[in-house]
Each structure stands twice: as C-alpha cells, then as structure tokens.
C-alpha cells in the first residue's frame, strides 16, 4: 500500500509563494509518476502539474504555466509543487497523486492510483 502525505500549505497573500511538498511511503516511489491536482469550493478537482519517474516528462495546467514548477527528489520519496506569483483563483485543497504510469506525466484523475488527503492553500487579496 503506498500512503501519501502533503504538507506546506497556509495563508499567503496574493503575489506570495509557497511550496507543497508530499511525502510517499514504499520503496518504489521512483517507478512512479506523481501529479498535484486542486479543488475549490465547489469546483471540481482539476489537474495542475504532473511529471514523470524520471523526471524527464513534465506538463502543467495552462493556468499555471510559468508560475509553478513539479520537482522531485528520489532519493527522499517527496515530490514538490513550488507555487509562486499566486492568485486568489489558486485558493484551493491540493492533493498530490502517484501513478503507475511512471514514464508519462499523466494529466487525467483516473490515470492515478494513490491519492493523498489535500492540504489548504488560501490566498487573500
């Protein structure tokens, strides 16, 4: 059973940063894929970034684009979403996602098998 945790959400103001970093248990996070994806109150989950085992194949939400940035550490099973120039618009619950996918940066939900439980991000005015 792989198990996510996601941490470094909060409350920033607009044009601040943050970075979302989640935590995976087992020893084969590095086969996986690994995406970030948002839900706004009463919205439905969207994709935001996504990027592959290796790293090699990344791909962002256009509403994103040139403000956030998926990395990834093998070596310490965590994935990280470094969120900067934010918007009130990105105020939402983020959750990261591992897929078996490993060789693709899968965009679409049900191409994701592990889910974390979110954490909050809020960005005021």
């Known amino acids: 059973q792989v198990q996510l945790v996601e941490s470094g959400g909060g409350l920033v103001q607009a044009g601040g940063s943050l970075r979302l970093s989640c935590v995976t248990s087992?020893?084969?996070?590095?086969?996986?894929?690994m995406g970030w994806f948002r839900q706004a109150p009463g919205k439905e989950r969207e994709f935001v970034a996504a990027?592959?085992?290796?790293?090699?194949?990344?791909y962002y939400a256009d509403s994103v684009k040139g403000r956030f940035t998926i990395s990834r550490d093998n070596a310490k099973n965590t994935v990280y979403l470094q969120m900067n120039s934010l918007k009130p618009e990105d105020t939402a619950v983020y959750s990261c996602?591992?897929?078996?996918?490993?060789?693709?940066?899968?965009?679409?939900?049900?191409?994701?098998?592990?889910w974390g439980q979110g954490t909050q991000v809020t960005v005021s005015s």
């Open positions: 996602a591992a897929s078996r996918l490993g060789f693709n940066a899968p965009y679409y939900e049900y191409e994701y098998h592990y």
């Open positions: 087992g020893r084969t996070f590095s086969s996986y894929a």
């Open positions: 990027i592959s085992w290796s790293g090699g194949n990344i």
